[in-house]
């Protein structure tokens, strides 16, 4: 069971938008940055979002973060067939003090 | 280009121990805080321990706290992981992320990139 709450599976259709939640609490999102990462099958996790919102260089415009109270969202838009991955939502959490991470939510462009 | 690069997984008995390294290169190693992140086979990530940029100071997720140990060589640009009395289920990929560590008013701040391809430690009989 993760301290931070995604849905299992979302699906879109190629060009659509696709919206994933992280659903936490005042001890860890409520009140510190989160970062989202995407993880292809097989490879290692990349990071795309941090500070809640700021994407890194190379990451493109259609990757977007947002949060609001205890909850964040990633958005991605112009959905691509490669952009079918799993992806983390991540935040320190200051009451167990430990960086904690949702469970994943497992992409399908379809 | 910015890189990690993790070494040292393998096969290991019940209660057995085992060093990770990771080797990082194309950025100022002494800059950042470093971390260890793992995948147990079919799960999701699971952060195990962080070290600042010096060194003096880590953290640890419960679960490993007591038997691994986070140390840096910041002479030689590597992170380590000691792992004793490894479980069952310490059986996972291992991945080593340079790591932007602050607190801020507005919060702590901690997130990963980039990370290495992983390292597979196994814990069986």
């Known amino acids: 069971q993760s301290v931070l709450t995604q849905p299992p599976s979302v699906s879109a259709a190629p060009g659509q938008k696709a919206t994933i939640s992280c659903s936490g609490s005042?001890?860890?999102?409520?009140?510190?940055?989160v970062s989202w990462y995407q993880q292809v099958p097989g490879a290692a996790p990349k990071l795309l979002i941090y500070?809640?919102?700021q994407r890194p260089s190379g990451i493109p415009d259609r990757f977007s973060g947002s949060k609001s109270g205890t909850s964040a969202t990633l958005g991605i838009t112009g959905l691509q067939t490669g952009d079918e991955a799993t992806y983390y939502c991540?935040?320190?959490?200051?009451?167990?003090?430990?960086?904690?991470f949702g469970g994943g939510t497992k992409l399908t462009v379809l | 280009e910015v890189q990690v690069l993790e070494s040292g997984g393998g096969l290991v008995q019940p209660g057995g121990s085992l060093r990770l390294s990771c080797a990082a290169s194309?950025?100022?190693?002494?800059?950042?805080?470093m971390s260890w992140v793992r995948q147990a086979p079919g799960k999701g990530l699971e952060w195990v321990s962080s070290?600042?940029?010096?060194?003096?100071?880590?953290d640890y997720a419960d679960s490993v706290k007591g038997r691994f140990t986070i140390s840096r060589d910041n002479s030689k640009n590597t992170l380590h992981l000691q792992m004793n009395s490894l479980r069952a289920e310490d059986t996972a990929v291992y991945y080593c992320?340079?790591?932007?560590?602050?607190?801020?008013?507005?919060?702590?701040?901690?997130?990963?990139?980039?990370w290495g391809q992983g390292t597979l430690v196994t814990v069986s009989s």
């Open positions: 070290i600042s940029s010096s060194g003096g100071k880590t």
């Open positions: 992320a340079k790591t932007v560590m602050s607190t801020t008013p507005e919060g702590p701040v901690r997130w990963f990139d980039p």
């Open positions: 194309g950025f100022t190693f002494t800059m950042y805080g």
């Open positions: 005042s001890s860890n999102i409520g009140n510190n940055y």
């Open positions: 500070d809640n919102t």
């Open positions: 991540g935040t320190w959490d200051s009451s167990l003090s430990a960086v904690v």
